[in-house]
Every structure is written in C-alpha cells, then in structure tokens.
Nanobody, 112 residues
Framework: VQLQASGGGLVQAGGSLRLSCAASDSINVMGWYRQPPGKQREWVAQITDGSRTNYADSVSGRFTISRDDAKNTGYLQTNNLKPEDTAVYFC??????????WGQGTQVTVSS
C-alpha cells in the first residue's frame, strides 16, 4: 500500500491547513505523526475504520482527523495553528495482516 501526503504549507499563527493522505488501497487505521525541527517524531492523531478518533493532548480541540473510504483518503484539518505546530507531518496506514505503511512527509510551517 502506498500513501501520499499533501497539503502542507506556510501559514500565520491562528491559520488553518487541511492535510490529505491518499492511499492506493483500503486502510484500517489511518493516522499522523509529526517531527518538529530538531526533535523526535511525535504521534498526532488517528482514526479507525469505525471512525473512532484519538488525539494527542497538544492538538485536541484544534485538529480534526477524518476519512473518506470511497476515496481511500484521510484528512487532518488543522485549525488555530501555533508556531509550535511547525513540523514535517507524516501519515501512516495500518492494514490488517500487512502491517503499517508510511507516506512521505509534508512540511507545515507556522509563522508568529
């Protein structure tokens, strides 16, 4: 399964971006990690194939994860962005019996 992340960019603090993660095949669990500059990768959010969602405390209430299974695509709506949200965002997909697949990163830069 191949994943293609997109939607990153440069935005001012308080702004919004919608990240997309397009999969080449169906995915059970889809989620996002991010890696801020000079820091370790951290988990952001995840959505199951039953649309159950979970969020890191740092983004809860500001980010919303969703999915369109007809398009094999997941989304991460990021609102009220802060400079500390600046990172490369990576999407992942879990497919039962096949393991975890990763997309390439998409850069999100939030200016103050």
């Amino acid at each position: 399964v191949q994943l293609q992340a997109s939607g990153g960019g440069l935005v001012q603090a308080g702004g919004s971006l919608r990240l997309s993660c397009a999969a080449s095949d169906s995915i059970n669990v889809m989620g996002w990690y991010r890696q801020p500059p000079g820091k370790q990768r951290e988990w952001v959010a995840q959505i199951t194939d039953g649309s159950r969602t979970n969020y890191a405390d740092s983004v809860s209430g500001r980010f919303t994860i969703s999915r369109d299974d007809a398009k094999n695509t997941g989304y991460l709506q990021t609102n009220n962005l802060k400079p500390e949200d600046t990172a490369v965002y990576f999407c992942y997909g879990d497919r039962g019996g096949l393991g975890r697949f990763w997309g390439q990163g998409t850069q999100v830069t939030v200016s103050s």
